[in-house]
């Protein structure tokens, strides 16, 4: 980051390359949308690019970078998604489709009853997460996602420590609670 | 769920290693001889592996390269100094200077129209030094009535 600072393209080419593919994820994890995840990690990406004559190595670089994509997913998933929801009809027209949604591939060498349930158990995980508050999901996906811990992750969100605890806390077991059919369970 | 079992938050706590290491001790300790407790945090663990589990998504073929086309879209930002220098130079500086150098000929060389001075105005150009005795000039009045004063003291 600093190089790139320096003026070095290159270096922020790097950073971009090795970190894409975990910030796709945590949005996705975030959002539950394959296309959407895309669309607020390059949003993520561009406020890196633009906020790099800011930086200051005060902490790790992860850290910072994912004080910025989960502030992405907290103030720019609404946009994002009300545009391409728009899109989609414009694209469809008269068919009614609602759009593309793009979903990870599953294993493909399981067996095919194995293949669906899987799918079904991750829609399930999904919906249960997007069911959480905004900070809850943010907190929890940021615990157990990308292992930060609470005094990071307090300064991602700006919340303090005590805060953020309360917030795994709750959110993780409203999650447990969703998620006791997905456990074959009672909570 | 005895008095002594853990408290759900500092489960979760446990469970994130975010306790002191006396803590984290003792509640180990607990642990190993409180099925409760151990099912509990069992529950815990099973919910954050179901996030891990979700199938980890691969960027669309599209995603580096529409990526880099928004970077290309972002125009460099000029420095304040650069603003502030770009506006001394190029074509509106000629423009403004050429603006004031016209406005100051028309206050200059654009007449006005002239008009004789009054015979009092000669008078106090040719004798402007008399403004030193403002006191002489406050009483001239009372000379010019000096006549009329006289004959009213007469008359009183």
């Given at each position: 980051?600093?190089?790139?600072?320096?003026?070095?393209?290159?270096?922020?080419?790097?950073?971009?390359?090795?970190?894409?593919?975990?910030?796709?994820?945590?949005?996705?994890?975030?959002?539950?949308?394959?296309?959407?995840?895309?669309?607020?990690?390059?949003?993520?990406?561009?406020?890196?690019?633009?906020?790099?004559?800011?930086?200051?190595?005060?902490?790790?670089?992860?850290?910072?970078?994912?004080?910025?994509?989960?502030?992405?997913?907290?103030?720019?998933?609404?946009?994002?998604?009300?545009?391409?929801?728009?899109?989609?009809?414009?694209?469809?027209?008269?068919?009614?489709?609602?759009?593309?949604?793009?979903?990870?591939?599953?294993?493909?060498?399981?067996?095919?009853?194995?293949?669906?349930?899987q799918s079904e158990r991750e829609h399930m995980v999904h919906q249960a997460i997007e069911q959480l508050q905004a900070d809850q999901r943010a907190a929890l996906l940021l615990r157990v996602d990308m292992a930060f811990s609470y005094r990071e992750i307090g300064q991602q969100l700006g919340r303090s420590e005590n805060h953020v605890k309360t917030l795994i806390h709750r959110g993780r077991n409203?999650?447990?609670?969703?998620?006791?059919?997905?456990?074959?369970?009672?909570? | 769920?005895?008095?002594?079992?853990?408290?759900?938050?500092?489960?979760?706590?446990?469970?994130?290693?975010?306790?002191?290491?006396?803590?984290?001790?003792?509640?180990?300790?607990?642990?190993?001889?409180?099925?409760?407790?151990?099912?509990?945090?069992?529950?815990?663990?099973?919910?954050?592996?179901?996030?891990?589990?979700?199938?980890?998504?691969?960027?669309?073929?599209?995603?580096?390269?529409?990526?880099?086309?928004?970077?290309?879209?972002?125009?460099?930002?000029?420095?304040?100094?650069?603003?502030?220098?770009?506006?001394?130079?190029?074509?509106?500086?000629?423009?403004?200077?050429?603006?004031?150098?016209?406005?100051?000929?028309?206050?200059?060389?654009?007449?006005?129209?002239?008009?004789?001075?009054?015979?009092?105005?000669?008078?106090?150009?040719?004798?402007?030094?008399?403004?030193?005795?403002?006191?002489?000039?406050?009483?001239?009045?009372?000379?010019?009535?000096?006549?009329?004063?006289?004959?009213?003291?007469?008359?009183?």
């Amino acid at each position: 980051m600093l190089r790139f600072q320096a003026g070095d393209q290159g270096a922020f080419r790097q950073l971009f390359d090795r970190h894409k593919g975990r910030v796709i994820n945590y949005c996705y994890r975030y959002c539950g949308n394959a296309q959407i995840a895309e669309e607020l990690a390059q949003e993520t990406f561009l406020r890196v690019y633009r906020a790099a004559a800011r930086y200051r190595p005060r902490a790790r670089f992860k850290t910072w970078l994912y004080k910025i994509a989960a502030n992405v997913c907290l103030n720019e998933l609404r946009r994002v998604e009300h545009r391409i929801a728009r899109e989609s009809i414009d694209a469809a027209g008269d068919e009614g489709e609602s759009g593309s949604r793009r979903e990870p591939a599953v294993d493909p060498a399981a067996h095919p009853d194995e293949r669906l349930a899987q799918s079904e158990r991750e829609h399930m995980v999904h919906q249960a997460i997007e069911q959480l508050q905004a900070d809850q999901r943010a907190a929890l996906l940021l615990r157990v996602d990308m292992a930060f811990s609470y005094r990071e992750i307090g300064q991602q969100l700006g919340r303090s420590e005590n805060h953020v605890k309360t917030l795994i806390h709750r959110g993780r077991n409203k999650l447990k609670s969703l998620l006791a059919g997905y456990f074959g369970e009672s909570s | 769920m005895k008095d002594t079992c853990i408290e759900n938050v500092e489960l979760n706590s446990y469970l994130d290693q975010a306790l002191s290491e006396h803590r984290t001790r003792s509640i180990r300790a607990h642990l190993a001889g409180c099925d409760a407790c151990r099912q509990r945090l069992e529950i815990l663990v099973r919910t954050d592996a179901a996030i891990n589990r979700i199938t980890p998504l691969s960027p669309s073929a599209d995603f580096d390269a529409s990526f880099w086309r928004k970077v290309a879209q972002l125009e460099p930002q000029p420095s304040r100094l650069r603003q502030i220098a770009a506006f001394f130079t190029g074509w509106r500086p000629v423009l403004a200077a050429s603006a004031a150098a016209a406005l100051i000929a028309a206050v200059l060389l654009i007449p006005r129209g002239t008009q004789a001075p009054t015979p009092g105005e000669v008078f106090m150009a040719e004798n402007i030094n008399l403004l030193n005795d403002l006191e002489l000039i406050q009483s001239l009045d009372l000379f010019e009535n000096w006549d009329a004063i006289q004959e009213m003291k007469v008359e009183g």
